[in-house]
T-cell receptor, first 113, second 115 residues
Framework: EPEVTQTPSHQVTQMGQEVILRCVPI?????FYWYRQILGQKVEFLVS????????KSEIFDDQFSVERPDGSNFTLKIRSTKLEDSAMYFC???????????FGPGTRLTVL | AQSVTQLDSQVPVFEEAPVELRCNYS??????LFWYVQYPNQGLQLLLK??????LVKGINGFEAEFNKSQTSFHLRKPSVHISDTAEYFC?????????????FGIGTKLQVIP
């Protein structure tokens, strides 16, 4: 069964450093998403991406964040200068065109020291 | 705007007893509803979904949920829980159909199954 994959599973970084979280969505999906879950809190929407541009973003997704689909298979989330409060689990998701069901990856746990 | 309310943050239940995890939603349009389960230190796994059709939805691991439009609820039930069901359960909603639609999650309910 096709699935969304994410790498790395755990990323540790120093405050102020740039990080790139990687995702490989399901191959025939056209819509891509990032969510995050701060420890002990609910999962929050960050951004949706379609046709090589951002469709919607939340207030969390400020200028420090960016997304990119650098090739036909990867979807990345970049945080330019990490802050302590960026420590969270980051989930990538994808969906087919015309359907609302999203398939989630296993997540990348980001720890900012 | 859509929102999800999970009324219970923690639910302790004895093994082999029935359980119901409550979820209410609000939305101005038609919705798709989901329950996800998250085991400790793991990602989100889809338990079941309501897209259309029968309001009683069966999912994996013996769980089921009933969509009640008049009460805007989507409660999750299992007739007999196992120790392995100990996890956090998230109710979620997205406004469908079509296109990109963000998923809005509830705060989660921690189910603790007591031996």
């Amino acid at each position: 069964e096709p699935e969304v994959t994410q790498t790395p599973s755990h990323q540790v970084t120093q405050m102020g450093q740039e990080v790139i979280l990687r995702c490989v969505p399901i191959s025939n999906h056209l819509y891509f998403y990032w969510y995050r879950q701060i420890l002990g809190q609910k999962v929050e929407f960050l951004v949706s991406f379609y046709n090589n541009e951002i469709s919607e973003k939340s207030e969390i997704f400020d200028d420090q964040f960016s997304v990119e689909r650098p090739d036909g298979s990867n979807f990345t989330l970049k945080i330019r200068s990490t802050k302590l409060e960026d420590s969270a689990m980051y989930f990538c998701a994808s969906s087919e065109q015309g359907l609302a069901e999203q398939f989630f990856g296993p997540g990348t746990r980001l720890t900012v020291l | 705007a859509q929102s999800v309310t999970q009324l219970d943050s923690q639910v302790p239940v004895f093994e082999e007893a029935p359980v119901e995890l409550r979820c209410n939603y609000s939305s101005s349009v038609s919705v798709y509803l989901f329950w996800y389960v998250q085991y400790p230190n793991q990602g989100l796994q889809l338990l079941l979904k309501y897209l259309s059709g029968s309001t009683l939805v069966k999912g994996i691991n013996g769980f089921e949920a009933e969509f009640n439009k008049s009460q805007t609820s989507f409660h999750l039930r299992k007739p007999s829980v196992h120790i392995s069901d100990t996890a956090e359960y998230f109710c979620a909603v997205t406004e469908g159909p079509g296109g990109y639609q963000k998923v809005t999650f509830g705060i989660g309910t921690k189910l603790q199954v007591i031996p």
